[in-house]
């Protein structure tokens, strides 16, 4: 059988400003790896206006299948219509696996997709792997550990997965696939529209693209302590990350928070300050070269993790280092 007449390890397209989002790339590419070993072919529902030739990149990523709706309706996402054409397409097409970034988009539409579908769904998965039963195993850290959730009975298998998980795939513009076309029936009605999306202002040095970040935790004690942190990024030209903790207290938005329901980052250098080192946050750092942690206590989990540790109150240390960096810089070369 034709890989594309038998994809069943589907995934959930997500375009942006620039074109295909990384983390929809990546997604083809990890279930390109499970879909080889239980001999599936891949599929993509790519929903959107204007998609022009979007599906060769999606084929040139590993899929096999593109079932692509193009209508100008679809120019904006919209939850309820996007859940309505994407449970009628699992529906028909039955694939075993259903995969989603943990986008915006992707954290609203993967429970919509699973209430509909009356399957689990397993969020902020740090990897994904087949076992000897061909179930998928979805992993996720929790309870100071890792565990492996399975949805052995209901499908489509679900999980979303953040950007940097996975790596990109290397394209093959070699592969060739199927593109269906996808009708996308008028006047369905919706309780809510999107009208307008208004894209955010990057403030400071994007965490994705950082080769220094500078992450701070509850250790920070309050705003002031968390603003010298701020600063200890400023000066240090360096990506500014967070934890939940942080985040929970208003010092810091959503969008710096590092970990399994944050962001993943790969730098080259990692500074966290008055982070304790739970699982949760560390996941979220991939391959950096060299690591340091500041931290008052010296039993402290992350001390574990790290090449190199300061034991300190972070709030004695940031503002000490800080004005020593400020100073060699005063300095003439």
């Known amino acids: ?183 996308i029936q008028d006047g369905i009605s919706l309780r809510a529209h999107t009208l307008e999306i208004v894209r955010e202002e990057l403030m400071g040095i994007s965490l994705e693209s950082a080769q220094v970040i500078v992450a701070g935790g509850a250790g920070a004690g309050d705003v002031d302590g968390w603003r010298e942190i701020t600063e200890l990024a400023s000066v240090l030209n360096a990506g500014l990350g967070s934890t939940r903790p942080v985040v929970d207290a208003g010092w810091s938005d959503f969008d710096s928070m590092i970990g399994q329901s944050g962001k993943m980052v790969n730098p080259d250098v990692y500074i966290g300050v008055g982070i304790s080192g739970d699982l949760q946050h560390m996941v979220g750092i991939t391959g950096p070269k060299i690591m340091v942690a500041v931290n008052n206590d010296p039993k402290s989990h992350i001390f574990e993790q790290v090449d190199y540790g300061v034991v300190e109150d972070c709030r004695i240390f940031v503002p000490a280092l800080v004005s020593a960096l400020k100073d060699n810089k005063a300095k003439p070369d």
């Open 1 to 183: 059988m034709m890989a594309q007449e038998n994809a069943k390890v589907f995934v959930i397209a997500e375009l942006g400003m620039r074109g295909t989002e990384r983390v929809t790339l990546q997604l083809i590419g990890k279930a390109r790896q499970l879909a080889d070993e239980i001999d599936y072919g891949v599929g993509v529902i790519l929903l959107g206006s204007d998609l022009a030739d979007s599906e060769q990149e999606l084929i040139e990523a590993g899929a096999d299948l593109v079932l692509k709706g193009d209508a100008e309706t679809l120019e904006l996402y919209q939850a309820e219509l996007y859940t309505a054409i994407i449970v009628k397409l699992v529906k028909e097409y039955q694939p075993e696996i259903l995969l989603l970034g943990s986008t915006s988009m992707g954290r609203e539409l993967a429970p919509l997709l699973a209430a509909r579908l009356e399957t689990g769904l397993t969020a902020h998965c740090i990897d994904l792997a087949i076992n000897a039963s061909g179930i998928l195993e979805q992993r996720i850290p929790a309870y100071g550990g890792m565990i492996t959730i399975i949805c052995p009975i209901k499908r489509p298998q679900m999980a979303t997965v953040a950007e940097g998980v996975f790596p990109n795939p290397v394209l093959d513009s070699s592969r060739t696939g199927n593109v269906i076309p996808i009708e």
